[in-house]
Nanobody, 120 residues
């Protein structure tokens, strides 16, 4: 019903910036919250950032507060993650996620992921 495709990942030096994009398609009207998660090698998938139309809220993991910003362009049906002042520990595969509920913590749809590597 909903398809998500991430892009914008790559190699960036510590302290630099990167913007990830998530293109949405399909029955996007059923989506009420979206967010970003990341998974480093050998680690579990962690929450990064999210927003909810129904809740009117934005949330960030403590590790990225003040550095990352989630945003969206409703006209383009795009969701973005602006990553500033990146650190080596930000290295991970980043996934775009969407939920039919107001809680993106329990996503119904996932993108395929895009690799972000931060060099020191």
């Amino acid at each position: 019903q909903v398809q998500l495709v991430e892009s914008g990942g790559g190699l960036v030096q510590a302290g630099g910036s990167l913007r990830l994009s998530c293109a949405t398609s399909g029955r996007t009207s059923i989506v009420h919250s979206m967010g970003w998660f990341r998974q480093a090698p050998g680690k579990e998938r962690d929450f990064v950032a999210a927003f909810s139309w129904t809740g009117g809220s934005t949330d960030y993991a403590d590790s990225v507060k003040g550095r990352f910003t989630i945003s969206r362009d409703n006209a383009k049906k795009m969701v973005y993650l602006q990553m500033n002042s990146v650190k080596p520990e930000d290295t991970a595969v980043y996934y775009c996620a969407a939920s039919r509920s107001g809680r993106v913590g329990v996503p119904d749809y996932w993108g395929q992921g895009t690799q972000v590597t931060v060099s020191s």
